[in-house]
């Protein structure tokens, strides 16, 4: 029953063409077109809302949500901690999920970076330099680098489902995995695959992607 208010509100949501931020109908006007009582509408919502699909704003109504990947982004970073903790190897099963997506993505970028995007990465990677130097590349530098190099692909859902990925994949690993780093070869890694793009080569690109992702799997199992 619960589950069947729940889709029938966010059938609502979708016949209606609501963005987010629009404002639904009042729950005693949610009672009357779904024939429901008010705390089932409430629990409804309140489920709802847990998935960003609503937002509650006591005192003002109920609105659309923002319908982001947090939520995702929450299920992938508890399911990989609590299967750490049973004894699985969860960590590099997300690292593996994220290598599949970026490697079959990579040659798709190879010569079609934009310029203001290949300058923008060309900037990213001069600062990991100086951060390596430093000692330590930054876990918001190399996050800035993926989601630049991806933005040429012009598709906002694979973009946010990319961050999700990074997100839990950098959430998880500080609370599961003191993952020591050479920061030079990161940013000798992340040099690469810029290069790569920008010469159009795809197989140097997915090659430098996989020896990426190679190097944080070898770390993880040691």
Known sequence: MARDIQERIKKLIIDRRLPSGA????????MELLGVSRNSV????????????????????TYVGPMSMAP??????FRTVAGHLRGEDSLRQLL????AVET???????????????AELETIVARMAREAERGSVEAETDRAFHAALYRGL??????EVLDAFWDAF???????ADLRTDPKVTHRQHREILDAVRAGDALR?????????DNIRQRLRS
């Open 205 to 213: 690109a997915e090659r430098a992607v996989r020896d990426h992702f």
């Open 42 to 61: 409430r629990e409804a919502l309140k489920a709802l809302q847990a998935m960003g699909i609503v937002e509650i704003r006591h005192g003002f109504g």
């Open 23 to 30: 404002s639904l109908p009042t729950e005693t006007e949610l």
């Open 72 to 77: 995702m982004t929450e299920g992938l970073a």
């Open 154 to 159: 012009d598709n906002l859902l694979l973009s």
């Open 170 to 176: 950098h959430r998880v690993r500080t609370d599961l």
């Open 96 to 99: 593996e999920l994220r290598e």
């Open 104 to 118: 079959g993505l990579i040659a798709r970028l190879a010569g079609q970076v934009p310029a203001a995007d290949l």
